[in-house]
């Protein structure tokens, strides 16, 4: 079972992590250069569909694989504990990842213009950035980089 839970985040990391990269790389400089709140969308519209399947499978299998290393809970936050160090660091970069997410949903993206282009692009350069994080985060588990 844990080798399929393993598997399945990694995958789900991938598809999350790469599409977030492929997007503030390639396409929101074109978008920020032709001014095209259009293509920001469509990109959105077409990544959305296995973005956020993936996100909802790291999410299902990272707090199940976390639950595998600290069965308690409440010891996922006990920094006395060295293993509890990247399970924490990661629910706070899904925190913040989810911060970003509702404040794009609900407020950036309703108004997207061609005016305030520079707003959703820092969502997604922060997003970006907290999805490497969680990458790098998820390999300390096995280096010990957080212990």
Same mark, same amino acid.
């Given at each position: ?10 995958? $789900? ?31 959105? $519209? ?84 907290? $999805? ?7 390999? $300390? ?7």
């Amino acid at each position: 079972m844990y080798g399929i839970l393993l598997l399945l985040h990694l995958l $789900s990391a991938t598809v999350w992590t790469g599409g977030h990269i492929v997007l503030a790389v390639v396409v929101l400089p074109r978008v920020l250069e032709e001014r095209s709140p259009e293509l920001l969308l469509a990109f959105e $519209s077409v990544y959305e569909k296995i973005g956020m399947p993936a996100l909802i499978v790291q999410v299902l299998t990272g707090l199940l694989l976390a639950y595998r290393l600290v069965p308690d809970i409440g010891g996922w936050f006990t920094m006395a504990n060295p293993v509890s160090h990247p399970i924490a660091a990661k629910l706070i970069l899904l925190a913040l990842t989810a911060g970003f997410a509702v404040n794009a949903r609900f407020r950036v993206i309703p108004a997207l213009s061609k005016d305030n282009l520079e707003v959703m692009a820092g969502h997604i350069v922060a997003v970006t950035v907290l $999805s490497v994080l969680f990458v790098i985060v998820g390999v $300390s588990f096995r280096t010990g980089w957080l212990y």
